[in-house]
């Protein structure tokens, strides 16, 4: 082994790491990597010259989880050894790349009847920010999607709403129903007294104009809530 860690002949000593998670990951799919080995397969690329295992367990150590890496602000990506802005940049396209996918597996269809594809869209969008977003879906008398727009952005445990700019908006694209959404930055998506008022009051201002609220998710870390579900609507 050299001074600079790489083997005689000038291959990095990590080299027959890499090869041997891309053939498991070939052979074997994801589902046979720890997270910290597909964020390593993840790094090969913008980092071809360093091992990427100990940056992987670094990301993990310091955001908690896969998601948490893909999900934190450049700012804090880059405050990890061995992260540098292209590193961040990186990690940063392929958290919007996983929400691009997510989003076209409700795109096309009634949204009603692709549940799982919503939860997984909005739990890919919103359920790792730093702050709470509102957002909302506005669906057609078919209930497929016509428009999924944030509506707020406010701080890590609250987000002004306005159901009369919501209808407002609803109206202007010819919306029949809708599915609003927002996150918790605490984990815990569990409704709050004022989430349930919220509601309500979206409720009933959208009744008159023939507008359905079909549901209101809540996202977080730790799971999903739906109103529906929980017979608050």
Known sequence: MTASGDKPGGQPHFHGH?????????????????????????????????DTKPIAKALLDRFGSFSEVLAAPPEQLAEVDGVAETTAFHLKTLQAAA???????????????????????????????????????????????????????????????YPREIMKRALEVSATALILVHNHPSGDPTPSRADIEMTRTIVDVAKPLGIVVHDHIIVGRKGHASFRSLQLL
């Not at 090869?19 to 799919?29: A, C, I, Q, S, V």
């Not at 799982?116 to 709470?132: H, L």
């Not at 944030?150 to 709403?161: I, S």
């Open 99 to 161: 929400q691009r996918y997510a989003r076209d597996g409700v795109r096309d269809r009634p949204l009603l009847t692709s549940w799982d594809a919503v939860i997984g869209y909005c739990r890919a969008a919103m359920a790792f920010a730093g702050r709470e977003e509102f957002r909302v879906l506005f669906l057609d008398k078919r209930n497929m999607l016509i428009a999924d727009e944030v509506q707020q952005t406010g701080t890590v445990d609250h987000t002004p709403v």
């Open 18 to 50: 890499r090869e041997r998670l891309k053939t498991r990951f070939r052979d074997h799919g994801a589902q046979a990597l720890a997270d910290y080995e597909l964020l390593e397969l993840l790094l090969f690329r913008v980092l071809p010259r360093q």
